[in-house]
């Protein structure tokens, strides 16, 4: 499920360059017994497997390698530990900010319908969701976060402007729209403001679409501006 996202475009560049490290674990390898079984019977009864907690403790060990047993004896949880399930708290840009800034993130990629409750209590740090609606499992929400996350780390996209004017990155204010050429495509032309080379009316004009669209999309975005109450 990881090998294509993580192996093209921006992903396979940040890699490539070592601002980042990446490694897959898979739950199933750290399992016991002849069936080496990764889930069980729920306790109390009722349909769906849950997934046994001895796995992904020894999974999240493993890669966690040696700063985990030296951080846990001094009680700090280190690496951070995220669990993905839609219970979990909203990803958001605020957020993969928070996560760029952390050494090592380590993501629990659980099956939705179930995961023994001790992972939740006593490993992870935090749980989140990338929206509220139902994936199979948490591997599509760990790719969507690794590659929010991967970009923020300097160095990774190229041209530090585009990423610092996302929608989201210093403002929760969409893009202004964009156009390339041709000039007139099927009829339809560019605004003419674009080519009159005025860059402050331009700059005026982008400032004003994007305002625009983020108040018709997202309203709610605007009011949690504290400049634009
Ligand atoms: N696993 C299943 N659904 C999910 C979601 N919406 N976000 C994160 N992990 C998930």
Known sequence: MFRGPLEMSMLKRARAKKAVNIRIFDIRYFTKGKHRLADDYSYGGGSGMIMKP????????????????????????????????????????????????????IFIC???????????????????????YVLSGGEAAAWVITEAVTRLIPGVVGDKESVE?????????????????????????????????????????RRKKALE???????????????YE
């Open 110 to 132: 659980g099956r939705y319908k179930g995961i023994d409750e001790r992972v939740r209590r006593y490993l992870i740090n935090e749980e989140i969701s990338i929206g509220d």
């Open 54 to 105: 001895e796995p992904i403790f020894e999974a999240v060990k493993a890669a966690s390698g040696e700063s985990y047993s030296k951080l846990q004896k001094k009680n700090r949880r280190f690496p951070w530990i995220i669990l993905l399930s839609p219970q979990g708290v909203q990803f958001t840009q605020k957020k993969a900010k928070v996560f760029a800034g952390k050494k090592h993130l």
């Open 213 to 227: 669209k983020t108040f018709s999309r997202r309203p709610d975005l605007l009011l949690k501006e504290k400049n």
């Open 165 to 205: 004017t996302d929608s989201f990155y210093r403002e929760n204010i969409f893009d202004w729209p964009h156009y390339t050429r041709p000039f007139k495509y099927r009829g339809w032309p560019v605004p003419k403001i674009l080519i009159s080379g005025n860059h402050k009316k331009i700059q005026v004009w």
